[in-house]
């Protein structure tokens, strides 16, 4: 009997019981004890006062991090829940808005990795890291063209990519939105990543669940998201990609020659990737090219593909890559190809009527239409050319170009609208 209490002792000292921490962007105090009548004022503060297993409730207010940083920093097992009124009687992510939104003056002490950095490998206590509705926006920490790249009705060119710059004083930020190095289970729910300047989501987790569940990306360069295994044994990551919108993924330069991916699956992690909306990204909504195919577990099933550029799907057939869209013949061959464990139910989309009244036109128009352009400038007899030539130095040309657009922001107000756009696929209006 004495033997069963103890141990009944420790199995409830190991029971973590999290408490409720409120902040309140206009009203609260940093030297409040963060409850809901007397809320901290800022995000990394209730942060740095909570234990793993607490619940931090954030309201509605642009959040820029210690001593206005413009990042955040989490190291704890911890819940981080955006998108409350003011006096935390009702949450809506959409209409109470939780922004993690940096301008381009806070480059100038802008993060190693991300606007948000999760760090928890490691730590004593493995937990649970929840993000929930919370939007990240890098439109003004960005620098973009005043000319180039800019389509009729639209307020900004091409986006830059540091070191050049535009009319900003900073280079634009050219960080991930969101990245974690952790281990125990990581939710990402109810959030918009929005004009992201380098990958939205990158997440190195050694073991245990990542679930990206019920987001949207809109205008992200590079990739929507990716989760990597940091551990050396094969499958202890199980990650789940389901019911997020990702759109208008860009490439990593204006010549559209690579990255641009909604979602993409990597070596030693188990991928379940299911009612999405993969669209109008510039290379492929699904992108399985990257390290060796016979390492990875994929299910990819009940998606919606929608016009995106290159293909719907890219993927390697040794040793060359295969670029396909859901209604090419043998797509669903796709089962039978290393790693891919299911290719079921996934159905293509061609028509932008499936967000009628919901994706902004001006925008879906130019980029359908977006191109790149060059042009060879050689003229052997220059005078340069002569000259060089007298001097046994080779002779040169000059190549210009030009693209249409290239990742210039997309509109904020349209983009939160995608949330509950399309019944059972994509992401759904926020709980």
Known sequence: MKKLFVL??????????????YVLRKGGKNNNPGTKAKPFR???????KANPGDVIHISEGT?????????IEVSKAVTLKGGYSSDFSQRDPVKYQTLLRPTNDQN????????????NKNARVKGTVVIDGIIFDHTLANSYHAREGKPAGFTQGMYLIP???????????DRYMLHANTEGDLIIRNCLFLNGSNYAVNVNHFAGKVKILNNVFVGCRMVGA?????????????YEFANNTVLFTWTRTKTFEDMGYAVRANNGVVTNIHHNILGL???AGFDNTKGNAKQ?????????????????????????????????????????????????NNTAFKNPALFKGIIDMNYLQAFLSATYTEKVHYNENSPMNQFRAALGLNKQGKITSKVSMFANPYPFESAVKFFGAVKEYGAQACK
Do not use: H
């Open 8 to 21: 009944f002792a420790l199995s409830a000292a190991m029971v973590v019981t999290g408490a409720d921490l």
């Open 42 to 48: 800022n995000l990394w503060k209730a942060i740095d």
């Open 63 to 71: 959040y820029s991090g210690k001593m206005s940083c413009g990042w």
């Open 108 to 119: 100038a002490t802008k993060p190693i990795f991300g606007t948000m950095t999760i760090q």
């Open 163 to 173: 070191p050049t710059k535009g009319l900003t004083k900073y280079p634009s930020i």
């Open 226 to 238: 990716e989760v990597r295994t940091s551990n050396g044994k094969l499958y202890a990551v199980d």
């Open 281 to 283: 990204n510039c290379m």
């Open 296 to 344: 990875k577990k994929v299910k990819l099933d009940n998606n919606i593909f929608f016009l995106n550029k290159k293909a719907d799907v890219a993927i390697t057939i040794s040793p060359n890559i295969k670029f396909m869209k859901v209604e090419d013949e043998g797509f669903d061959d796709l089962s039978d190809v290393d790693g891919m464990e299911s290719v079921e």
